[in-house]
């Protein structure tokens, strides 16, 4: 057994320039394959990091029928221990509470539909960024004051200082009702907003709905998304089934999830075309070295080799090219990777202000997850074993009598 | 003690479109220890009838009995170990592995067999010591003479102690002089350890150093004795 991978290593070197050109196809396919992919999945991860954050958190409690129907009778009483437990949790960035109901907003003559959020002002900016989107006066720095967008002011001819009369269904059915002075007006990236985002405290949401000790949602925000199963795993005991239900934010964002996908696919298509040029040039390789030599590896059949042995021959000159190449791609790789994790590709222009309006960095880092340097390692692995399969085929249909009498 | 007994065996290349009667009905026998020289003119069937012999080609009819046991019908996988176990074979050419040492070459075959490496050591030693190229041993296939890597090659095909060796044209690559020195290392081996050697050759001066000459023509035996010279 030893013998055979002597035999391959000491096969591998007689054409050292063949060798090394194939090897050399493999190192840079792996390194250039290895970096795309470090790129699309930072994205993906600084997407699902940063765009969760601002939306709907990476994982989320809510009531149990809330997903649903979006209702305040679906609402969910506040459970203490278990948020002492998140709050405890080093994986919790922050939790964010919010009381989120439909209602009519009218001044003077004017009314419209808004959508009502209650929110934490402090956790709220946390997460959206709203301090810096004010364009006139302050975000939520009372209760019992509400806080709208620039296209809703305009569209009840409202300014700072004037009350708006709030007006909708609370909890149970009650009616709820009130007269908030509007205490600031903000511009937000996301147009829809400015036209029917109403911001109060959840002090005054309870007032207001009637709902005291309840939310409509909680979402958790994680210091890394991955982390969301031992989230999961760590509240599983604690968490009411029959009350509460938890999404993640692969329920909660399903167009990201899918923009994610396809773009996904995508790359892989390209990662696997690069690849599958590499694959030829391995299978090249492995044609030649097998077909060169059937004088020599009829002889050894002849003398008692057995097929299978000289198979494993070749294939493990398939599998070293595979590892010395894959491997070598993969150091070569890895500094690289390393730079533009810690240095990130920055964004500049109008793709950056987009990014600081999301409140999002506006930055690129590639990733560093392991895993996917692994997978180039198991491709090339691949790869190579599928392309010695033909070759094989050559040796167990060598005709080896043929060969010895030079008829072939 | 007969090693090797043949019976009506014929080989027919392309039965179907213009048939080629390479071997064309042999009887015969050799004995343990025999030093055999197959000759004849090109295309007598020479090499055929080694490569039947050796299993390497399967006959179209009649029977090879080596020690009694039939191999005409064995199947492929089957007959390549049992060349590994019963037979050596030296060819004309590409005998060694390039990649491999002398040493290493002689020593791939009783590897091969799972022979514990002390013996191996010993007897593979040996054979390139008796085959006056043990100072040969580190070197590959391309730094040695064609009469050097054929003395290796025959090293190698002694190794397993095999029941008997087959040589097709061993020395047809090689000047007189080593096909000389090649000649009387394989006579030596043969008295040194019994081993049954039968090789074909076109050479007038091989063939006069063999104990036995069989002639062929026409894919049969016409002649078959001591050559002259003996
Ligand atoms: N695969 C084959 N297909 C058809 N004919 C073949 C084949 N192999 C050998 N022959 C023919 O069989 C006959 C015997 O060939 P063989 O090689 O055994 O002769 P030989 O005595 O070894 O000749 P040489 O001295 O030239 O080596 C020849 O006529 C040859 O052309
Ligand atoms: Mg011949």
Redesign the pocket.
Known sequence: MKKIFILAWRNLWRNKKRTAITLASITFAVIIATFMRGMQLGSYEKMLNDAMRSTSGHLGIMGKDYWDDKSLINSMPIDDELGAILEKNDLVQITIPKITSGCLASFGDATRGVMVLGVDPEKEDFQSGMKNKMLEGEFLNSDHSIVIGKDLAKYLKAGIGDSVVLLGQGYQGVTAAGLYPITGIFSHPLGQLNKRVVYITIPTAEELFFMYGRLSSNSIILHDYTDEDKIVEAIAEKLDTGLYEMKDWRVMNKEILQGIESDNFFGVIMIGILYMVIGFGIFGTILMMTMERRKEFSVMIAIGMKRRKLLSVIIVEAVYMAIIGSILGLILAFPLVLFYHFNPIEFTGDTAELYYQLNMEPILPVSIKPGYMVSQFLVVLVLSLVASTLPLNTILKLDIV?VI?G?Q | MEVIKIRSLKKI??PDTVP?H?VDGIDTEFQSGEFTAIV?P????????LNLVGGLESPTEGEIFINGENISHKKKSQMTDFRLHNIGFVFQAYNLIPVMSAYENVAFIMELLGRPQSEIKTRVMELLDAMGVADKAGQRPHQLSGGQQQRVAVARALASKPKFILAD?PTANLDSHSTETLLDLMLKMNEKEGTTIIF?T?DQRVMNKARRLVQMDDGKIVGNGKPEAN
């Open positions: 043929k009498r008829r | 290349y392309n080629v390479a004849g090109s295309g007598c069937g020479k090499t055929t009838f044209e074909s076109h």
